[in-house]
T-cell receptor, first 110, second 115 residues
Framework: GQSLEQPSEVTAVEGAIVQINCTYQTSGFYGLSWYQQHDGGAPTFLSYNGLDGLEETGRFSSFLSRSDSYGYLLLQELQMKDSASYFCAVSVGGGNKLTFGTGTQLKVEL | DTGVSQDPRHKITKRGQNVTFRCDPISEHNRLYWYRQTLGQGPEFLTYFQNEAQLEKSRLLSDRFSAERPKGSFSTLEIQRTEQGDSAMYLC?????????????FGPGTRLTVL
C-alpha cells in the first residue's frame, strides 16, 4: 500500500515563505504532485515532480528526492488567498491514479 | 465553462436507496477518475477509465459501487443500497496526455448525504 505524511497545520504571515513537507512510502512510484483546495472547492493542480530536483511555477516551487522518498512545496510571498489545504499525492502505476495525503491546512495571517 | 462538470451538486437520500452521479470531463480528455473525499481527509481513489475502458477499481470499493463510461465521454457512478458510511464528497477528474496525464482537473464534486 501507500502512505504519505504531511503536517496537519501551518501558520504564516502575509509576505512570508512557507515550506510544506511530504514523506511517502509506496511501491510503483511515478511522481509526486501537489494540489490546493479551498474550503468547499475542488482540488486544483499546482505542480508535479517526476524527477529529482526543483520545479518552479511563479510563487510556488516543488522539490522531490526519490532516494529519500521526500518532497516539499515552497510558497513564497504569501498572500491571504493562499489560505487553503495543500495535499501531496503520489502517482502510482501507469494510470497516474493519485494517492493523497491527509492535507496541510495553511493559514495566512496579517 | 469548459471545465469538468458534475451533477447533481448535492444529493440527500435515505439509507437503502440507490443514487447515480454524472461527470462530464473536459472535452478530449480520455482519462477520467472518480475519487471520494470525507471531511478532513484527502481524496481517495475509487476507479478510472481510459476512453470507455474501466482499467482499475480500488479494492476498497464494494460491489455496491459501479461506474460506467459508455461512449468514452461522460461517466456515471452508481451506489446501490446506500449506507450512512457512503456520505462523502464524490469528485470526478479528467486528464489528457498533453500533460503526460500528470495534471488532473477536478470537478466541483457531488456531496452525498445518506440519512
Amino acid at each position: 500500500g501507500q502512505s504519505l505524511e504531511q503536517p496537519s497545520e501551518v501558520t504564516a504571515v502575509e509576505g512570508a515563505i512557507v515550506q510544506i513537507n511530504c514523506t511517502y512510502q509506496t511501491s510503483g512510484f511515478y511522481g509526486l504532485s501537489w494540489y490546493q483546495q479551498h474550503d468547499g472547492g475542488a482540488p486544483t493542480f499546482l505542480s508535479y515532480n517526476g524527477l529529482d530536483g526543483l520545479e518552479e511555477t511563479g510563487r510556488f516551487s516543488s522539490f522531490l528526492s526519490r532516494s529519500d522518498s521526500y518532497g516539499y512545496l515552497l510558497l513564497q510571498e504569501l498572500q491571504m488567498k493562499d489560505s487553503a489545504s495543500y495535499f501531496c499525492a503520489v502517482s502510482v502505476g501507469g494510470g497516474n491514479k493519485l494517492t493523497f495525503g491527509t492535507g496541510t491546512q495553511l493559514k495566512v495571517e496579517l | 465553462d469548459t471545465g469538468v462538470s458534475q451533477d447533481p451538486r448535492h444529493k440527500i437520500t435515505k439509507r437503502g436507496q440507490n443514487v447515480t452521479f454524472r461527470c462530464d470531463p473536459i472535452s478530449e480528455h480520455n482519462r477520467l477518475y472518480w475519487y471520494r473525499q470525507t471531511l478532513g481527509q484527502g481524496p481517495e481513489f475509487l476507479t478510472y477509465f481510459q476512453n470507455e475502458a474501466q482499467l482499475e477499481k480500488s479494492r476498497l470499493l464494494s460491489d455496491r459501487f459501479s461506474a460506467e463510461r459508455p461512449k468514452g465521454s461522460f461517466s456515471t457512478l452508481e451506489i446501490q443500497r446506500t449506507e450512512q458510511g457512503d456520505s462523502a464528497m464524490y469528485l470526478c477528474a479528467s486528464s489528457h496526455r498533453t500533460h503526460s496525464y500528470n495534471e488532473q482537473f477536478f470537478g466541483p464534486g457531488t456531496r452525498l448525504t445518506v440519512l
